[in-house]
């Protein structure tokens, strides 16, 4: 019962953590595309739509299409796999 409650916990943050990141990509997708940049706080906050081809700070986005889907779809969705497994399989966490 221990490791099906784990299970549902971390299935539950993904979940989560998942659906926020896709909610927020299409909230700045809806107001922001094709709009100027947006000033708040006497311009010490700006919002500005941009689209990144790469990870994270563009890493990988010279690579061909191809290679990024090697890193950005497989390896790393081996590498969470394994730490999920990890999770559930480690008693301490």
């Given at each position: 019962m221990r490791i099906l409650k784990k299970i549902i916990l971390v299935c539950?943050?993904?979940f989560v953590l998942v659906g926020c990141d896709l909610k927020t990509k299409d909230i700045a997708e809806s107001k922001l595309s094709?709009?100027?940049v947006q000033s708040y706080?006497?311009?010490s906050?700006?919002?500005v739509y941009a689209e990144n081809e790469g990870g994270m700070l563009s890493f990988g986005s010279s690579l061909s299409k191809k290679t990024r889907f090697v890193i950005f779809?497989?390896?790393v969705g081996l590498s969470l796999t394994g730490l999920f497994v990890y999770m559930i399989i480690k008693k301490s966490i």
């Open positions: 539950l943050g993904i094709g709009e100027v706080l006497g311009g906050v700006n919002f779809t497989v390896l």
